[in-house]
């Protein structure tokens, strides 16, 4: 499956949560693993608790790790300006796996699953969501 949508770039934060509850209700798994990818390395998939002050202290967070008009060596090569939503990319991660019982994905009460877009311009994205039924009722432990 896959989630398109447009992002405004400058450290977008797009919640995701409710078409990854989609995407795995329309899968009939009811238990198993869902991974959430990214094929990019300016952007990322991670899990935060989606309100103000927590993408704000985030933000900040991620200024202080990887600075936007930091030196980079990225920017020296390809002259994008970008090469901070490389690093924030690497730091962040591209990937994210929950776990599903009962069809639903374990979440904690305010846990959302977001997608962050580091890169320096708006941008069409699409994330990979791959629905996996787990194989554990197959397994026999010795």
């Given at each position: 499956?896959?989630?398109?949508?447009?992002?405004?770039?400058?450290?977008?934060?797009?919640?995701?949560t409710d078409d990854v509850r989609q995407i795995i209700k329309d899968s009939g798994v009811d238990d198993g693993?869902?991974?959430?990818?990214?094929?990019?390395?300016?952007?990322?998939?991670?899990?935060?608790?989606?309100?103000?002050?927590?993408?704000?202290?985030?933000?900040?967070?991620?200024?202080?790790?990887?600075?936007?008009?930091?030196?980079?060596?990225?920017?020296?090569?390809?002259?994008?300006?970008?090469?901070?939503?490389?690093?924030?990319?690497?730091?962040?991660?591209?990937?994210?796996?929950?776990?599903?019982?009962?069809?639903?994905?374990?979440?904690?009460?305010?846990?959302?699953?977001?997608?962050?877009?580091?890169?320096?311009?708006p941008r069409e994205r699409e994330l990979i969501v791959k629905v996996v039924p787990s194989q554990m009722g197959?397994?026999?432990?010795?």
């Amino acid at each position: 499956m896959r989630l398109q949508f447009s992002t405004k770039g400058f450290n977008d934060i797009v919640d995701i949560t409710d078409d990854v509850r989609q995407i795995i209700k329309d899968s009939g798994v009811d238990d198993g693993v869902c991974l959430i990818f990214l094929a990019g390395s300016t952007g990322a998939v991670t899990t935060i608790e989606y309100e103000g002050g927590v993408v704000s202290d985030l933000l900040r967070a991620l200024e202080t790790l990887a600075p936007v008009n930091d030196d980079y060596a990225h920017n020296k090569r390809w002259g994008d300006g970008n090469g901070y939503a490389h690093v924030r990319s690497a730091l962040v991660k591209p990937s994210f796996t929950v776990p599903i019982e009962e069809g639903k994905p374990i979440l904690g009460k305010w846990q959302q699953i977001v997608f962050i877009d580091f890169d320096n311009k708006p941008r069409e994205r699409e994330l990979i969501v791959k629905v996996v039924p787990s194989q554990m009722g197959r397994i026999k432990l010795q």
